[in-house]
């Protein structure tokens, strides 16, 4: 079975950092592809990052680019997401989602909520102005 536990949010000040982290189990990385998401009271689910499967390749939302950074562990199965400068606008319900990827060796990833099959249950990071 598919599980992702989010970790690591909570209250900061704008300026400040927070590393998230999705710890996974019950798939490999390299079948999987993984992203980050956000969604913020009122708003849709948003892609803020994700990986493909096969070499860790990442893309980012413009919003984050050069801020945040996306990385995983294969020896401890867990993603992360490093966040630096945070500012208000980042403030939201921060999800870890996987789905598999179409063939061995894809090089697939999406931002796509609609794409991903499972999920986690969020982690907050508000911050403050």
């Known amino acids: 079975e598919v599980q992702l536990v989010e970790s690591g949010g909570g209250l900061v000040q704008a300026g400040g950092s927070l590393r998230l982290s999705c710890a996974t189990s019950g798939f490999r990385f390299v079948d999987y592809y993984i992203g980050w998401f956000r969604q913020a009271p009122g708003e849709e689910r948003k892609g803020v990052a994700c990986?493909?499967?096969?070499?860790?390749?990442?893309y980012y939302a413009d919003s984050v680019k050069g801020r945040f950074t996306m990385s995983r562990d294969n020896g401890k199965n867990t993603v992360y997401l490093e966040m630096n400068r945070l500012k208000f606008e980042d403030t939201a319900l921060y999800y870890c989602?996987?789905?598999?990827?179409?063939?061995?060796?894809?090089?697939?990833?999406?931002?796509?909520?609609?794409?991903?099959?499972?999920w986690g249950r969020g982690t907050q990071v508000t911050v403050s102005s």
């Open positions: 989602a996987a789905a598999k990827a179409p063939y061995s060796g894809s090089y697939y990833y999406s931002m796509n909520a609609y794409e991903y099959d499972h």
């Open positions: 990986m493909s499967a096969t070499d860790g390749t990442t």
